[in-house]
């Protein structure tokens, strides 16, 4: 974190360290990323994870589709530290590897299943225009039910938060981790 201190936890303040306990202690298992950046405001880091576990493990969407909306808003942030973090485990949760390759390199990909291209297209509309036409909307409510559209919208405002949070204290991959994202177009 080149613009913000590191906390270690011995020197955290009992709400930090409550705050660190909890994260470290869920689904998680660390703490680490944007996550460690929001712990220099304990009450943000405590309600943004609670969001994060949601968004991440609990919404209605399978992991498929979740994650696939993850590296997504990863790239279209050139966000290093999400892209490197979920890039594996889309690949692990069944996007293929041309459709990742694709999205890495800011081409459309060629999806073989529809609801994969719907959220494709949810997320980049969303983001380009700010808003979804109704033939989108009807479509991905037919795909992914009024629930998923919802849990959608969540997973794309929740990793916008943690991709601008990653580019504003240029939080990087790990020492040694080749990056792929700064070098395209």
């Known amino acids: 974190m080149a613009r913000i201190r590191a906390l270690q936890p011995e020197t955290m303040t009992a709400e930090q360290q409550a705050v660190y306990e909890a994260i470290a202690s869920g689904p998680r298992g660390r703490v680490h990323g944007p996550l460690a950046v929001w712990l220099n405001r304990p009450q943000l880091a405590d309600r943004a994870q609670a969001l994060g576990r949601y968004c991440r493990y609990e919404t209605s969407l399978p992991p498929r589709l979740s994650e696939l909306a ?14 490197w973090s979920h890039k594996k485990i889309a ?17 459309v990909p060629a999806f073989e299943r529809e609801d994969e291209a719907v959220v494709y297209k949810f997320v980049t509309t969303l983001h380009d225009k700010r808003n979804i036409p109704d033939d989108l909307y009807q479509k991905a409510v037919a795909l992914l039910g009024e629930g998923g559209v919802v849990d959608l919208v969540g997973i794309a405002g929740y990793y916008t938060l943690i991709s601008m949070t990653i580019k504003v204290f240029e939080v990087m991959p790990p020492d040694g981790v080749a990056l792929e994202l700064g070098d395209i177009p």
């Open 70 to 83: 993850i590296i997504i808003l990863g790239r279209i942030w050139g966000a290093e530290f999400e892209w």
């Open 91 to 107: 690949l692990e949760a069944g996007v293929t590897p041309a459709v990742v390759e694709a999205i890495r390199t800011h081409a």
